[in-house]
């Protein structure tokens, strides 16, 4: 046992790259060679980043589930996992707040002739333009790859930058009110249901022609209902989305 955990804690002394993760399990394997034909690694934590606010000069911390599982038997098999949450607004609730809306202005606005003035329906939309919102949620995306094994660094930060701008509407740290108001507008261009965003990452994912395989598993916690909504979206080398 003290010699798989000295082969262990040597991987801890460096940079946590896919081959020393590899050469690691190979290490492992052949100190138990009587005993053993197959090894495998498991490692989870969080990963914090740094990240900018939308419009103002600010930053904050953000925190990401991450998780690596490795295997060795007759090949090596690497997978990394990065959670990623983000805001997803309702397009069902999004046009039944503008139904709203439109039914109210022609209840508070009339006119004799008809004719409105553009400082009417202005000081309409200030004081009463949002008789109704769409209900919005935090939402976790949970995306899986399939490594190779020969890529120089594991590519957790350059996967969940990927994750966040197929999505559009990454939560954020430290705001200030003109990026609470960036967020907003982001939020009412993106707006999508569980199945819309499963598919961004999907696509986002296949164009990146660098993973063996994938999965996509996007839960979305309602504001609405009791339960959340949930899609999922896998691909692997030779295969179809499933």
């Known amino acids: 046992m003290s010699r798989l955990y000295l082969t262990l804690d040597a991987l801890t002394q460096g ?43 600010q930053r904050g911390w953000k925190s990401y589930p991450l998780h690596i599982s490795a295997t060795l038997e007759r090949r090596p098999m690497l997978t990394l996992q990065v959670g990623v949450p983000y805001s997803s607004t309702c397009p069902a609730s999004a046009a039944l707040s503008r139904q709203a809306a439109q039914q109210q202005f022609l209840v508070d ?7 409105l003035e553009v400082q009417q329906v202005f000081d309409w939309l200030g004081a009463h333009g949002m008789p109704a919102t769409p209900h919005s949620q935090r939402s976790w995306a949970w995306v899986t790859v399939t490594l190779s094994g020969d890529e120089k660094v594991l590519p957790a930060i350059s ?13 954020q740290t430290l705001v200030k009110r003109q990026d609470e108001q960036a967020f907003a507008l982001a939020n009412g261009r993106n707006l999508m ?12 994912l296949r164009r990146a022609c660098c993973y063996r395989a994938f999965s996509v598993r996007v839960e979305h916690q309602e504001s609405l209902h009791a339960h959340n909504a949930v899609a999922q979206l896998s691909w692997r080398e030779g295969a179809d989305a499933a």
């Not at 606005?109 to 004719?115: P, Q, R, V």
């Not at 996967?159 to 939560?171: K, S, Y």
């Not at 249901?193 to 986002?204: I, S, T, Y």
């Open 159 to 171: 996967l969940i930058d990927r994750i966040e701008q197929a999505l559009g509407t990454p939560v």
């Open 193 to 204: 249901f569980c199945e819309d965003a499963a598919r961004r990452l999907h696509d986002a």
């Open 15 to 57: 940079e946590l790259t896919p081959r020393r993760i590899i050469n690691t399990l190979a290490a492992c394997l052949q100190s138990q060679t009587a005993d053993s034909e197959r090894v495998r690694l498991e490692i989870g934590g969080e990963l914090l980043l740094s990240r900018a606010a939308l419009l103002s000069p």
């Open 109 to 115: 606005i009339e006119t004799d002739d008809g004719a």
